[in-house]
Antibody
Framework: QLQLQESGPGLVEPSETLSLTCPVS??????????WGWIRQPPGKGLEWIGS???????YYNPSLKSRVTISVDTSKNQISLKLSSVTAADAAVYYCASFATYFYDSGGYSSSHYFDHWGQGTLVAVSS | QSALTQPPSASGSPGQSVTISCTGTSSDVGGYNYVSWYQQHPGKAPKPMIYEVSKRPSGVPDRFSGSKSGNMASLTVSGLQAEDEADYYCSSYAGSNVLFGGGTKLTVL
């Protein structure tokens, strides 16, 4: 069973860069069946996909955040990271990392999936000076 | 890209059935069979309930079912129970993008 755990500062100053990491346990981040993503949720609001990364380093970003986001993968540490630059109050949110399964094998053989199947508990990031 | 459209609220009495809709476009919901649904209780991380329109992850009760017609997907919760009261989010994988709906608060009366 995969386990993910977000970590990083709970407070970031306006215009600075938000940095979070997400170590993965219970499986390899180099698995060909997974992408790894970041999702955020402002207080009292809905979920917003930030972006995803494959173990090879291929990245996919939300167009609305693309100019400020960098997601990276460190296979030696089995973790992914998120950097969001030039933050404002609008970036205050609970940030989740999650695994995006594209397929799996079970007793029935190969099965396609394509969903966020394991989530971290989330970490709240406030933006304030 | 725009978020998928969900009704802000839905409700039903214990034992009843409730259906939550999720409307997108031909570029997301209508173009791929990759719609998923997540349940979120207050202060908790989202939990997947449905993937690829109608499949249930292991451990999810068969009271939860999903479907899709054109650009609209639906989540039906049958035999409502008190613990089903939560926020529900739909999501669509669309090639290199992932979209979420605005969320629906399900109240069990």
């Amino acid at each position: 069973q995969l386990q993910l755990q977000e970590s990083g500062p709970g407070l970031v100053e306006p215009s600075e860069t938000l940095s979070l990491t997400c170590p993965v346990s219970g499986g390899s981040i180099s698995s060909s069946s997974y992408y790894w993503g970041w999702i955020r949720q402002p207080p009292g609001k809905g979920l917003e996909w930030i972006g995803s990364i494959y173990y090879s380093g291929s990245t996919y970003y939300n167009p609305s955040l693309k100019s400020r986001v960098t997601i990276s993968v460190d296979t030696s540490k089995n973790q992914i990271s998120l950097k969001l630059s030039s933050v404002t109050a609008a970036d205050a949110a609970v940030y989740y990392c999650a695994s995006f399964a594209t397929y799996f094998y079970d007793s029935g053989g190969y099965s396609s999936s394509h969903y966020f199947d394991h989530w971290g508990q989330g970490t709240l990031v406030a933006v304030s000076s | 890209q725009s978020a998928l459209t969900q009704p802000p609220s839905a409700s039903g009495s214990p034992g009843q059935s409730v259906t939550i809709s999720c409307t997108g476009t031909s570029s997301d919901v209508g173009g791929y069979n990759y719609v998923s649904w997540y349940q979120q209780h207050p202060g908790k991380a989202p939990k997947p309930m449905i993937y690829e329109v109608s499949k249930r992850p292991s451990g999810v009760p068969d009271r939860f079912s999903g479907s899709k017609s054109g650009n609209m997907a639906s989540l039906t919760v049958s035999g409502l129970q008190a613990e089903d009261e939560a926020d529900y989010y739909c999501s669509s994988y669309a090639g290199s993008n992932v979209l979420f709906g605005g969320g629906t608060k399900l109240t069990v009366l």
